[in-house]
């Protein structure tokens, strides 16, 4: 098993930026009226989601997410020793979207930056990548970014994943503190065998882009999608998930003798409301200590358990230590599980852009 | 489990058809009230009832309820 306990590192801050613009199941004209759309938002959970207007990329959410950060952490842009930017809706195939982000965020030129193209268990990943980076004893400040325009990268005449997924971004403030700081301790998993479950298959060196791959396709009645758009097999996502992140997440618990008694929040990467509460039940988790997003701003794939905890655990994490359990699952298929305490976390409201 | 409670725990998936219609033979993906949403309810019985995943091919692949419960067997002797 792979397993990494990492020490002496704090999330110090956390801000979350969303656009403007909503999009409202119970309107989307892919239904043919709106008791079908009622009976996938009682499902799924999802009412709506924030949408990106035209031209706007992760990269544009990000910038205001980090500087809203920033100012209220009372940081500058020349401390920050670290950048990692998850995403996979990056600005350019070249070069690393974090490169540019390093100008327009007026990072100092020797600060060590990298993109990290992770879909859904991004977040604990990166965590566990910027933190582990910091524990090395020299970065002692560190900005991660998980964000995602999955407007962009879907068709919206897609019908099973319109309603589903949303844009956001978010930025987590990792501070080297051996006094504050509490273990983090994380578990992987993999399997790649299940990578067409989620995947795009053009546009990449395997399958390039050909005229033929930008041309729409009813792919099921009614439901349409070019070669280059992302496709999601809901029936197999669904199966990995209700099966992998119950099993990582008791994993996590054995290996590291975690009290479930004692944790308060559990932080889901936020699929569905079904596919969640599945995962909750099966580590009979309290529902009031599994704080949900998803009814407002639907699957944001890596930016969703810090959009969660920014958006509907603000208070608390500005309180004393929390006992936290975070999983996130999906694309890849990777999954990743983490626990952790946060208190004393700075974390702005929600940002507009 | 043998099918007839497999037959049981489908029907039980679905909300506005006559259970009468639910047979070993019955094709399950013909019937008005089947959606995507229900394959889904289907997935998560047979994990929760017969401890196996099974995947989207094996529903598109079977026609009748008697299909699924053969596969649903062969993953269990795996």
Not at chain 1, 62 to 78: F, I, N, R, T
Not at chain 1, 154 to 162: G, K, L, Q, S
Not at chain 2, 37 to 48: K, Q, R, Y
Request: charged share 25%.
């Amino acid at each position: 098993m792979s397993q990494l306990t990492i020490n002496n590192v704090r999330i110090a801050g956390m801000s979350a930026c969303v656009p403007a613009t909503v999009e409202d199941n119970r309107t989307l004209p892919i239904y043919k009226d709106e008791s079908e759309a009622l009976k996938v938002i009682a499902s799924t959970g999802i009412e709506r989601h924030h949408k990106v207007d035209d031209g706007v990329t992760a990269s544009d959410l990000s910038v205001k997410a980090v500087e809203g950060l920033l100012q209220q952490m009372g940081w500058e842009p020349q401390d920050v020793d670290c950048f990692a930017y998850v995403c996979t809706s990056r600005d350019y195939i070249a070069p690393q979207t974090a490169c540019i982000m390093q100008d327009r965020l007026k990072l100092r030129s020797d600060c060590c930056v990298f993109d990290l193209p992770f879909g859904c268990s991004g977040w604990v990943y990166g965590m566990s990548i910027v933190a582990s980076l910091m524990s090395h004893g020299t970065f002692k400040r560190a900005i991660l970014v998980a964000a995602e325009t999955n407007t962009r990268n879907r068709n919206p005449r897609d019908t099973a994943v319109r309603p589903l997924f949303g844009d956001a971004a978010t930025a987590t403030a990792l501070e080297l503190d051996p006094e504050l700081a509490r273990p983090m301790n994380f578990m992987y998993g993999v399997d790649g065998a299940g990578f067409d479950a989620v995947w795009a298959p053009y546009g990449g060196m395997r399958n390039p882009v050909t005229y033929e791959s930008l041309e729409e396709k009813e792919v099921s009645p009614g439901s349409f999608r070019r070669g280059v758009d992302m496709i999601v097999n809901g029936m197999d996502v669904f199966g990995f998930a209700i099966k992998q992140p119950p099993r990582s997440i008791k994993e996590l618990i054995a290996t590291f003798n975690i009290d479930v008694e004692t944790v308060d929040l559990l932080l889901l990467h936020q699929a569905n409301k079904f596919i969640d509460e599945k995962i909750r039940k099966a580590i009979k988790i309290p529902a009031e200590k599994t704080p949900y997003c998803l009814e407002e701003y639907g699957n944001v794939t890596s930016a969703s358990i810090p959009l969660t905890m920014v958006s509907r655990c603000r208070e608390q994490l500005a309180g004393d230590m929390k006992h936290c359990i975070a999983c996130g699952f999906g694309v890849g298929l990777a999954w990743a599980s983490m626990e952790f305490y946060a208190g004393g976390v700075t974390i702005p409201e929600v940002i507009t852009y | 489990m043998e099918i007839q409670e497999f037959i049981e725990n489908f029907a039980a998936q679905f909300d506005d058809t006559d259970e009468a219609l639910f047979t070993a033979d019955t094709k399950f993906k013909e019937l008005d009230e089947w959606s995507s949403l229900t394959a889904l309810s289907i997935i998560a019985m047979v994990d929760d009832e017969c401890d196996v995943i099974i995947k989207g091919n094996d529903i598109l692949n079977s026609d009748t309820i008697q299909d699924l419960f053969n596969v649903v067997v062969k993953k269990q002797k795996k």
